[in-house]
């Protein structure tokens, strides 16, 4: 069955720091895989995106996320972090073929506090 | 960018009454939408797949009878709760996607208190 697994249900690093955050997935065919975050009672924003091509993708607010199908992982990283990062981050592989029209399967999501 | 609208964004209702929350795609047309439940400090569960014009897919365990979908025009689903009680209470999030480039737009969720 398909699913997601975040590890670390809560993160805390130091404002400046480098962060990486965990992803593992379970899928048979090609992943779409995706990374959001959410703010406290709001939705969800999309911070990148991997369908194929170069492993090693960029995203918005300085991101980017590495996939490694060996590993099954996409893990996402920030070189420095910033306080107003604090926020709750999910990785997600979208289900796309003939029996699937694209839901979202998410992870547990990580909580990532910053401080001072 | 793709925008989904989500209305309302907070609703407090009695039990036993019915709410319905709308999601709607401002700039592009929704070939299928997504309606999400998420309790507090958890992940995203998908409820129901729908597609325009068709009867919505649900997922295992949700009541198809309590939360009804309709998703009338490629540009509006809606959710309805009926007959809520306090375990409806949550957070719910609508999606949605054209399909033509695996993306997906959030919209910015419901806060549902059923008191």
């Known amino acids: 069955a398909q699913s997601v697994t975040q590890p670390d249900i809560h993160i805390t690093v130091s404002e400046g720091a480098s962060l990486e955050l965990r992803c593992n997935y379970s899928y048979g065919a090609t992943p779409y895989l995706f990374w959001y975050v959410q703010s406290p009672g709001q939705g969800l924003q999309l911070l990148l995106k991997?369908?194929?091509?170069?492993?090693l993708v960029q995203g918005i607010k300085g991101f980017e996320a590495e996939f490694k199908r060996s590993q099954s992982s996409f893990n996402l990283r920030k070189p420095s972090v910033h306080w107003s990062d604090a926020a709750e981050y999910f990785c997600?592989?979208?289900?796309?073929?003939?029996?699937?029209?694209?839901?979202?399967?998410f992870g547990q999501g990580t909580t990532l506090q910053v401080k001072p | 960018g793709a925008v989904v609208s989500q209305h309302p964004s907070r609703v407090i209702c009695k039990s036993g009454t019915s709410v319905k929350i709308e999601c709607r795609s401002l700039d592009f047309q929704a070939t299928t939408m997504f309606w999400y439940r998420q309790f507090p400090k958890q992940s995203l569960m998908l409820m129901a797949t729908s597609n325009e014009g068709s009867k919505a897919t649900y997922e295992q365990g949700v009541e198809k009878d309590k939360f009804l979908i309709n998703h009338a025009s490629l540009t509006l689903s809606t959710l309805t709760v009926t007959s809520a009680h306090p375990e409806d209470s949550s957070f719910y999030i609508c999606?949605?996607?054209?399909?033509?480039?695996?993306?997906?737009?959030f919209g910015s969720g419901t806060r549902l208190t059923v008191v």
């Open positions: 999606s949605a996607t054209t399909g033509s480039d695996y993306g997906y737009t």
């Open positions: 997600a592989v979208g289900l796309w073929g003939s029996s699937n029209t694209g839901k979202l399967i």
């Open positions: 991997y369908f194929s091509g170069d492993t």
